[in-house]
């Protein structure tokens, strides 16, 4: 079945403690996403990969890294996690590098900054 | 900075009637103009684009309109079913210089049986 998964889905964690949420897709997809949604802001692109080992910063990076070693996968790390990335997390992958085509979002991760 | 923004924030009509939502972006670069459905505790789906060469498109009961002169492009859904009910984005891509999305703040439909 074609999707976009990440894993975990929930997380609750504390200041300062480094993560890893994972995203992986299974469609050959080229450009992949991360964004974060927080009540009333809609959805924020953090940062985007256009192709293996091409990544860039979007709307708010700050806080966050990520990596695109293999196509499939796109993890997003927070080195030192703050209680303003409390947020719910969507991965999301698209089969042009330039992005202009339907975006897949994953199930999403709810992370809880203590 | 550049941003796209989208009204109302929220939206209730009555089961049947029309639904119109708004987004303005500000960057003229914005040739891509997507709009995705988030259902309550799901994933945002995509229901319809526009690209900047196209004035409107209709997918049945969803149609978007694009103005590039106003910088503007709305989404028309009619005979709205309860199962409209739902939250709903528009994007504007790319930025300028850039492969990056910028998201309006969402609208929350509420279609009342």
């Known amino acids: 079945e074609a999707q976009v998964t990440q894993n975990p889905r929930y997380l609750i964690t504390v200041t300062g403690k480094k993560l890893t949420v994972t995203c992986s897709q299974n469609?050959?997809?080229?450009?992949m996403s991360w964004y974060r949604q927080d009540p009333g802001l809609g959805l924020r692109q953090i940062y985007y990969?256009?192709?293996?080992?091409?990544?860039d910063k979007g709307d708010v990076p700050e806080g966050y890294k990520v990596s695109r070693k293999e196509k499939r996968n796109f993890p997003l790390i927070l080195e030192s996690p703050s209680p303003n990335q409390t947020s719910l997390y969507f991965c999301?992958?698209?089969?042009?590098?330039?992005?202009?085509?339907?975006?897949?979002f994953g199930p999403g991760t709810r992370l809880t900054v203590l | 900075g550049e941003n796209v923004e989208q009204h109302p924030s929220t939206l209730s009509v009555q089961e049947g009637d029309s639904a119109v939502i708004k987004c303005t972006y500000s960057?003229?670069?914005?040739?891509?103009f997507p709009w995705y459905k988030q259902e309550l505790g799901k994933r945002p789906q995509l229901i319809i684009d526009?690209?900047?060469?196209?004035g409107e498109k209709k997918d049945q009961r969803i149609a978007v309109t694009l103005n590039k002169t106003a910088k503007h492009f709305s989404l028309h859904i009619t005979e709205t079913q309860p199962e409209d009910s739902a939250v709903y984005f528009c994007?504007?891509?790319?930025?300028?210089?850039?492969?990056?999305?910028?998201f309006g703040t969402g609208t929350r439909l509420k279609v009342l049986a």
């Open positions: 999301a992958s698209s089969f042009s590098s330039g992005g202009t085509d339907t975006q897949y």
């Open positions: 469609m050959n997809h080229e450009y």
């Open positions: 990969s256009m192709n293996v080992e091409v990544t």
């Open positions: 960057d003229s670069a914005s040739n891509y």
């Open positions: 526009i690209r900047s060469n196209v």
């Open positions: 994007a504007a891509y790319p930025l300028a210089g850039t492969y990056k999305y910028i």
